[in-house]
């Protein structure tokens, strides 16, 4: 079992953290066989630096299972690497920068304020947050994906469950691919046909959401319909948009709303906390909502990534021989690297369980480099962070604003092993409504 590598594939598949974690006791990079691939995680920040840098000359890539995502994702730059992926990443780039996301500051706020009146209503009820972070992290992407009115369709819920399942399924499918080769996606398991109905779905959807939009004019598809890449005089034709604005749906919908579930998790886990904050909040009525204006609001958003990445795995492949640390790495093997691991080092993050902001605070040493890598590092570093900071930032302030969170002192959501460290079984929070004058003078705000 264990030489054949099947063991690993069982531990991946029902206790990826817990297996991460004994690994990396043993060293790093720490050697393992996953099937017919020799495999090694890397979790000390100075090897996950080294990896994105020899990534960059050409020893990595990061889409030797392209046919899973490929099915998913089709030519997005999600699934490429290469010349046509730097292309691709040009184009995108403007729109996602901090500058470019700030356009999106009052639809968020829009996006939030019909949220906190819809919990206005039920204020004092028990919420499953899961269900409504997706909700308004869906409504946020769609709009910045197709333009603000076809935003205001309902929230697919269809969509956001198909996301998941794709999301669910991703380990198994891709070890059955490693494992078992191209013919794993024409056998009759139950992973296929979840995997394969969601992307059905997933693409209708989103076909739908474009043709909507081809009427509008507005949002990243109208913006992409008029760029061309400086460098090679070329814009995208019609699939290959489909498939970028596929990959954005769903790269930053689940993720995001996972933050932000996790975020007010932690300020109900932590009333001080959440009160100094607010603190902070009611102190500033007007003006950008950033990390310069709210450093303390900052320092927990940062937090919560640290703690609870949505991202567990990012995944390499070496197409030449490396050396990392003292360990070689053959051509041929696969890389593993892991922020829920990396972000738990003792000796690089103490006491890493606690969550504590201050260490983010301005002036308390920004992490080293690739000591915190939620948002992955290097050339693929995540498109979406700036957008995602923003909305998991204004979100705070606004909710912080008009609520208080409450859950029992012995509450405790575990996360569920996968991919995406989503909450085990939900989370649940009671909402309760801040004084009148506070929910006068956040909507004064909006
Ligand atoms: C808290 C929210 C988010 C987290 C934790 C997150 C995490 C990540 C991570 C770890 C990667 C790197 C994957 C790798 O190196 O293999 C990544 C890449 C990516 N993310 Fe995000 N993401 C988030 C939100 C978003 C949003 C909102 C968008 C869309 C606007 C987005 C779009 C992308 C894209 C397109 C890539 C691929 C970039 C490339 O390969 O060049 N993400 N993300």
Same mark, same amino acid.
């Given at each position: 079992m264990e030489m054949l590598g099947f063991s690993a594939v069982y531990r991946l598949a029902t206790d990826l953290l817990g297996f991460f974690q004994s690994l990396a006791e043993q060293g790093c990079p720490a050697p393992f066989r996953l099937g017919p691939y020799r495999a090694f995680l890397v979790t000390r920040p100075e090897h996950v630096r080294h990896v994105y840098q020899r990534e960059q000359a050409g020893v990595y890539i990061n889409n030797r299972f392209a046919s899973?995502?490929?099915?998913?994702?089709?030519?997005? +730059?999600?699934?490429?690497?290469?010349?046509?992926?730097?292309?691709?990443?040009?184009?995108?780039k403007p729109y996602f920068t901090n500058a470019g996301v700030k356009q999106w500051a009052s639809l968020i706020d829009r996006k939030l304020g019909d949220l906190a009146d819809a919990w206005e209503r039920k204020a004092g009820e028990w919420l499953t947050v899961d269900a409504e972070c997706a909700a308004l992290t869906q409504a946020v992407m769609t709009s910045v994906l197709f333009g603000e009115e076809v935003g205001q369709t309902a929230?697919?819920?269809e969509a956001i469950e198909a996301i998941h399942v794709v999301h669910q399924e991703f380990v198994t499918q891709t070890l059955g691919l490693a494992l078992l080769g191209p013919v794993f996606s024409w056998l009759p398991v139950p992973s296929n046909r979840r995997f394969n109905r969601a992307i059905r779905t997933i693409d209708r959807i989103v076909g739908r959401l474009i043709d909507c939009a081809s009427r509008t004019r507005q949002g990243l598809i109208a913006f992409l319909r008029e760029t061309v890449d400086p460098d090679t005089g070329r814009s995208m034709d019609a699939k290959l948009l489909r498939d970028e604005l596929i990959a954005l749906y769903v790269a930053g919908q689940e993720t995001t709303g996972i933050a932000l579930t996790w975020l007010l998790y932690e300020l109900a886990k932590h009333p001080e906390i959440a009160e100094k904050a607010r603190k902070d909040v009611l102190d500033r009525r007007e003006g950008e909502v950033n990390a310069e204006a709210f450093p303390y609001l900052w320092a927990i958003v940062q937090e919560t990534l640290r703690l609870h990445p949505s991202t567990t795995t990012l995944l390499r492949y070496a197409v030449r021989g490396d050396r990392i640390g003292e360990v070689e790495i053959p051509r041929g093997s +696969?890389? +593993?690297?892991?922020?829920y691991v990396t972000h738990r080092l003792p000796d690089i993050w103490p006491d890493p369980e606690r969550f504590d902001p201050t260490r983010f605070k301005p002036g308390s040493g920004a992490p080293g480099v690739c000591s915190f890598i939620t948002f992955g590092g290097g050339r693929h570093i995540c498109l979406g962070l700036n957008l995602a900071n923003r909305i998991l930032l204004q979100s705070a302030v606004t909710l912080l604003r008009r609520f208080e969170f409450y859950v029992p002192n012995d509450y405790r959501v575990n996360p569920r092993p996968g991919l995406f460290l989503r909450p085990e079984g939900g989370c649940r929070i009671q909402i309760v409504s801040r004084p009148l004058s506070d929910r006068l003078a956040a909507a004064a705000g909006r």
């Open positions: 899973v995502t490929k099915r998913v994702f089709g030519d997005s +730059l999600l699934n490429n690497d290469g010349p046509q992926w730097a292309s691709q990443r040009r184009m995108l929230v697919a819920q +696969l890389v +593993l690297m892991s922020p």
